[in-house]
């Protein structure tokens, strides 16, 4: 028996899609956005149809976190020479994180061939090869914490002291990061709670979606988070430092129609044969109280 297939078949499928589908005018204005792009980016379709994607909606900026909106974007290159077009980007999510994705454009043409549009699919990217496991820490149970979106400070403990027997048992290197946020007193005394609360879950957010699937997050005290970084030696602790601070730098949370943003202070420890946790998170906390002293929004190891 022949299947005969029309538009609202095929409309479906794309609707169906895990990964994020949403098709564009060649003014760029929004005509279609599927649930896969409702879930990585949180706006749902009725928010964004009608809407021209540049409209302070997802905010795509590149890998040295330069704006894509304007002359850059891969949709309008795409229009314009008809190629299609695949690289990564980081978008904002409707709440503010930073999400890393990759994006595919490809253009979209009527029956005479002319371009009267384009397509971008996107999903979130894990892009990152095989790591050695850290098996006690991997059977760590965790719980998240609501307020942060990462897991609560008892976990982070928890797994951290796991990650260092599993260092010591088997020589399995990781590194730690201490994240905190700049003039944190300052800012909730002219925010108020309720902002802060945003805030803490937006970066506790961009921090986990950046790192890898076998690295951890969690809270560390009350404005301060830690990250569990697998085979990280000290040269590639650096380079996450300095790509953690810039991505967190440009993701913003909405706010009475404004967008607040704030900068970090990171400080990193790779571990060594005497280490404890305490000795661990100690120099990861100096690191990070160097960075705040000298002005913030910068990163530092010991």
Not at 161 to 173: C, K, M, S, T, V
Request: with cysteine; net charge negative; proline share 4%.
């Amino acid at each position: 028996m022949q299947v005969t297939l029309n538009s609202e078949h095929y409309k479906a499928v794309l609707e169906d899609l895990p990964n994020g589908l949403y098709i564009v005018d060649r003014d760029r204005r929004i005509l279609f956005w599927n649930r896969g792009a409702e879930q990585i980016t949180g706006y749902r379709s009725q928010e964004v149809i009608g809407h021209l994607c540049q409209d302070n909606l997802l905010m795509h900026c590149d890998e040295n976190y330069k704006m894509l909106c304007g002359c850059n974007c891969p949709l309008q290159q795409t229009m314009v020479d008809g190629r299609p077009r695949e690289t990564n980007v980081y978008l904002r999510h409707k709440d503010g994180q930073r999400i890393p994705v990759r994006v595919r454009a490809v253009p979209v043409r009527n029956a005479e061939g002319a371009i009267i549009g384009a397509a971008e699919s996107f999903d979130e990217r894990h892009d990152i090869p095989e790591l050695q496991m850290h098996p006690n820490a991997q059977a760590v149970q965790k719980h998240a914490d609501e307020r942060t979106g990462v897991s609560d400070e008892a976990s982070t403990r928890d797994y951290l002291a796991a990650a260092l027997r599993d260092y010591q048992e088997d020589g399995i290197p990781f590194g730690v990061l201490m994240i905190a946020i700049d003039e944190f007193d300052r800012f909730r005394r002219a925010h108020g709670g309720e902002v802060v609360a945003k805030l803490l879950h937006m970066i506790g957010v961009t921090v986990a979606k950046n790192l890898r699937d076998a690295d951890f997050v969690g809270d560390w005290g009350e404005s301060c988070f830690l990250a569990i970084v697998v085979n990280c030696p000290p040269a590639n602790l650096a380079q996450l430092i300095f790509m953690l601070k810039r991505v967190v730098s440009v993701a913003e949370i909405p706010w009475w129609g404004e967008r607040v943003a704030v900068t970090v202070s990171i400080g990193g420890a790779a571990v060594h044969p005497a280490d404890t946790v305490h000795s661990l998170v100690a120099r990861a906390e100096l690191a990070m109280r160097r960075c705040m002293d000298h002005g913030g929004n910068s990163g530092d190891i010991l």
